[in-house]
């Protein structure tokens, strides 16, 4: 009986033919005697060929377009409401660190920098502006929902809250920096509204966790 | 003879544009504003973007949040497609990347994580049977197991196992999506693979 069987990750490369010799003839010679491991191949092969045929599509639950509705609305209503966020100390700070941290990144730091540049005139991104006015009015009246259930809140909860914001807030800005330095990036505007994004659902799951306290 | 895995992509790589005229179409007046023409794009691509996030994410509840910030997304982005490829390849791809972003972004959130809240793991009844049963593909129980299989994988195997085996992008594509070198991306697919088997086995 053959005990020293191939394991599944060296199986796996094997099927998907990245094994060089000597360690793909050791391998053929160990399948062409050993049963269970020819088996075994047989079985990863279906297995990967199911995955593939797995169905593309799967319907999403039906209210997920009526909550895209809203936040299109939402979005749609923030030129409506000029100003708001900047009475919020927080977003102001968040917005006063990333114009600081962009400001700095404009500045040209040499001679070569400055060919062509605006000396000294810091300018946020057009699209690093249209990110932060669509997702400010949903933050701040989030945050205004949040701040307003706090007292429902544990402190332990209340600081794990403040942590992870802080967390995503800091990507925010390091994403910010990077596309102030690097405008034409899609990549980079695709972060940072994935960062906004995540910011949205981490705080309207957390005013749903509040208010179902 | 090794007999490479025979898989098919469908989607990851760019596809040259056959939009038909009335997506093209739909995608201007979305772009206008007009909400009407982007809930018809919504209805004509939400099945797939579900699946991805459903099978990228691991639960249901996850997949339902993803798909509204992507869709959210691809409304403020819709205006940069140009239509060199087909609007289907190019929402592919934003979802892609927008999960792994928020992937990336859970993970540094996770790091900070108290023992209150607690790491967000794939609740147990979510993980399992995340197939609907309106889903009928060749097999519904090869299918399910399958899907459960692929729900439990760790979420770094699990990214990799979905987009090199259920979508069917290369190491290379991968590799610079997910910002990792390309061994380590064949070494999170045999490793997923190897999870997987000893699911579906047990």
Known sequence: ?213 | MPGQLALVPDGPSDEPSDEPSDERSLARRAVAGDETAFEQLYHAHSSRVFALCLRMSGTRHQAAELTQDVFVHIWQRLGTWRGESALSSWIHRLTVNFVLSSVRSEQRRLKYETSEIGPQTPDADESTLILEASVKPKSVEDAIDIENAIAALPPGARTVFVLHDVEGYQHNEIATMTGTAEGTCRAQLHRARKLLMEALDR
């Open chain 1, 1 to 213: 009986m053959n005990t020293d069987h191939i394991d599944i990750e060296t199986l796996s490369a094997y099927a998907d033919g990245e094994l060089k010799t000597p360690a793909l003839a050791r391998v053929e010679q160990h399948l062409a005697r050993c049963s269970p491991c020819a088996a075994a191949l047989a079985r990863l092969r279906a297995a990967v060929a199911a995955a593939g045929a797995l169905p593309r599509g799967m319907e999403p639950p039906p209210e997920v377009w009526g909550a895209i509705r809203s936040r299109l609305a939402d979005a749609r209503a923030a030129p409506n409401r000029p100003g708001r966020w900047w009475h919020n100390g927080w977003l102001a700070a968040a917005a006063a660190v990333i114009l600081v941290v962009g400001t700095a990144l404009l500045v040209p730091r040499g001679a070569d920098k400055a060919k062509g540049a605006k000396l000294g005139v810091p300018q946020m991104p057009v699209v690093l502006a249209s990110v932060e006015k669509n997702y400010a009015p949903t933050i701040t009246e989030l945050r205004e929902t949040l701040n307003s259930q706090r007292a429902v809140l544990s402190p332990n909860t209340v600081k794990t809250l403040d942590r992870s914001l802080a967390v995503i807030d800091s990507a925010i800005a390091e994403a910010s920096a990077a596309l102030v330095a690097d405008p034409a990036s899609a990549a980079l505007a695709d972060m940072l509204a994935a960062y906004y994004e995540r910011k949205v659902g981490f705080l309207k799951r957390a005013t749903n966790l509040s208010s179902s306290m």
